[in-house]
T-cell receptor, first 112, second 112 residues
């Protein structure tokens, strides 16, 4: 199993550009989520999905869109990047229920 | 609103020492608590998962305890090694969804 994979590892964007962060898992997990990690703030939930076709907002959803067309993939879209979105983004997955969550290696995004 | 606090924010110990990391949470109605390790520039590695009905979990030199009524968890690391140097994060699953609420972490340095 590759586990949870994320691409790209690093990305630099200019203000106003759009991009998609990719996340995939090969463990057949129903639950997937996106977090951002900022210094002194810990990890905060952006969006999550409990299965294909079902998504919902987390704590900090503004400026981000998600969709879940397959069990394996959960991309995060930045529609118009802002400097406040400079952060490290982590994708996570698990079986739905009281199970351990697995995290990807992260994408470090800088918006100038 | 659930809040998770980790104390201390940073800790430096000599190799071989036993140590305790603390995690507290404000709402005792949790489903489980998970401890993670994060190395610099890397993703999160799950260390231990404690269900709300459990008091402790052990893995090698690591032992995590949970006292739901007082809103506390501790991570005990026995015979610390320089390779244990990392940031340790705790996270609680606070509801019927799989959302995790994270603390801001304890940065551990084990001096050889």
């Amino acid at each position: 199993n590759a586990g949870v994979t994320q691409t790209p590892k690093f990305q630099v964007l200019k203000t106003g550009q759009s991009m998609t962060l990719q996340c995939a898992q090969d463990m057949n997990h129903e639950y997937m989520s996106w977090y951002r990690q900022d210094p002194g703030m810990g990890l905060r939930l952006i969006h999550y999905s409990v299965g294909a076709g079902i998504t919902d907002q987390g704590e900090v959803p503004n400026g981000y869109n998600v969709s879940r067309s397959t069990t394996e993939d959960f991309p995060l879209r930045l529609l118009s990047a802002a400097p406040s979105q400079t952060s490290v983004y982590f994708c996570a997955s698990s079986y739905f229920g009281s199970y351990e969550q697995y995290f990807g290696p992260g994408t470090r995004l800088t918006v100038t | 609103k659930q809040e998770v606090t980790q104390i201390p924010a940073a800790l430096s110990v000599p190799e071989g020492e036993n140590l305790v990391l603390n995690c507290s949470f404000t709402d005792s109605a949790i489903y489980n608590l998970q401890w993670f390790r994060q190395d610099p520039g890397k993703g999160l590695t799950s260390l231990l998962l404690i269900q709300s009905s459990q008091r402790e979990q052990t893995s090698g030199r690591l032992n995590a305890s949970l006292d739901k009524s007082s809103g506390r968890s501790t991570l005990y690391i026995a015979a610390s090694q320089p390779g244990d140097s990392a940031t340790y994060l705790c996270a609680v699953r606070g509801g019927a969804t799989n959302k995790l609420i994270f603390g801001t972490g304890t940065l551990l340095a084990v001096q050889p």
